[in-house]
């Protein structure tokens, strides 16, 4: 019928016509002015819709299902999409977010999750991956936070692991660090790996000491 109208009033009237669908002309911005008319005509019976973003159009059913969760759909999906690795979503979703440990560009069909290196993190649906803070650390790929160092330790901004302070004599590294008091009259003057140095003569220090004093 809009076909049929078009023809007549541009073929009597010399007036340009435009004919939308419905189901289209929904997600347009249309250019309109103040001299322009729209006309719209429905009719009864079966017509075809198009689902919107979040929905599906189930076959089954001829209706517009929401999207369960960890899939997708765009505006007139006929099924929806599962979300690609290392990401979820809602149900109802029109795009999926990456998970912790991901950094997160473009959307729907565009998703792209990438892994955060060691010595950083982000969390869900992040644009970048940032950095542990100090006195913190990551040892591996993938993380979404960043853990804190044990006592008698420290680290710099994006460490991999955490250092014993000077004082202290230091076994493996990581989850596993253990920071061991330096016992009377030894010493350690240094951060990180090495052994504690025993005193001179005529000298002491007291436990977890970075150097010794003359007796």
Known sequence: AGLIGEYLIEDLARINVEVEYASEFRYKNPIITNNDIIIAISQSGETACVCAAGYYFASSTSSCD???????????????????????????????????????????????????????????????????????????????????????????????????????????????LICEECPIDTYKSTTGPGNCISC????????????CSCI
């Open 66 to 176: 929401i999207s369960p969760a960890n899939t997708y759909s765009l505006a007139g999906s006929v099924f929806p999409i599962n979300c690609p690795r290392n990401s979820f979503s809602s149900p109802g979703s029109s795009s999926c977010t990456c998970t912790g440990g991901y950094s997160q560009t473009g959307t729907g069909n565009t998703l792209s999750c990438v892994v955060c290196p060691v010595g950083k993190y982000s969390m869900d649906g992040n644009s970048t991956c940032t950095n542990c803070p100090v006195n913190t650390f990551s040892t591996g790929e993938g993380a979404s936070s960043c853990t804190a160092c044990i006592a008698n330790s420290f680290s710099s901004i994006g460490s991999t692991t955490c250092k014993c302070n000077a004082g202290y004599k230091q076994k493996y590294s990581g989850h596993h």
């Open 200 to 211: 001179t003569t005529y000298s002491s220090s007291i436990a977890g000491s970075a150097t």
